[in-house]
């Protein structure tokens, strides 16, 4: 059986075919589900009347599972209050092999929470877990100090590998996974706007690309995070409707010595940041932009975003 990494059902493709060859034996367990395998319902009921509850069980299940694209029930944020951030996963469609977040030296808080959800994050091998980062309803940050960290040769070696094997990094934020946008000029008259899942760990460097050199690696330590919401008279507060990640890289500098959160970066908003190279132990400075935008789009229909994903971004599980 298959699940594909975006979280898009696939319980029509298979579901059916599966139960009636009686071949599944593993007892499924969802909310408002009884306990019962397969081959018990096959001995329980007559042929004549078995294909009919399979299939109302797989419409069933299809929907339990496609439940989990629009989460929970909707939740309203008053002005100023705290929006948790969770980080997931780092994937790859080159290795195929994802790894925790925390597998990399990133900035972590003092205690690190496995915080999933429900069944679907566990079947498509989410591990969610708490965050460092810090957002507030309707509060803008501009180059936010998440933390200062000093890299040995090793740990910046897993970055740059990382980074060659085109990881991708996957956070949560009330329950909508955070996306990357491109708009695709191929043709310039009709400009499309396209959406992957995640967003680059790093980039290997080019002639084309300022700044950089060919053969080094870059990590993109500086995010710039846009939250969608809607207000609406039918409900009080804010319901985020858009989780968008913009990422960047830039060797952060700042004068004087470092003091902790009060240090005031030099780097932040230069037209002509130096990226930060992952080619020698050394500092790293962690920061993030917050920026809140009033949108039309209703919580009933923010996943539709993820329709328009890039097809790179399917990713198949056996």
Known sequence: HFLPSRGLPLWPLHCGSAFARSGLHTTLSTRGFPRSSPSELSRAMPGEVRRPYVLLLCAALRYADGFYLPGVAPREYADGERVEMKVNKLSSTKTQLPYEYYALPFCQPDEVIYVAENLGELLRGDRIMNS??????GVEETCKILCRKELTSAEVGEFSTRIEEDYRVHWVMDNLPSATKYVDETNPAKPVTIYDLGFPLGFRGSADIAGTKSGINYLNNHLLLTVKYHKDESFQGSRIVGFEVEPSSIRHTYNGE????????TSCGASSSTPLAMN???EVVFTYDVKWEASDIKWASRWDTYLLMGDEQIHWFS
């Not at 460092?132 to 309803?137: A, G, I, P, T």
């Open 258 to 265: 470092w003091k902790k959160m009060d240090t005031t970066l």
């Open 132 to 137: 460092h980062y810090e957002l507030k309803m």
């Open 280 to 282: 020698a132990a050394g």
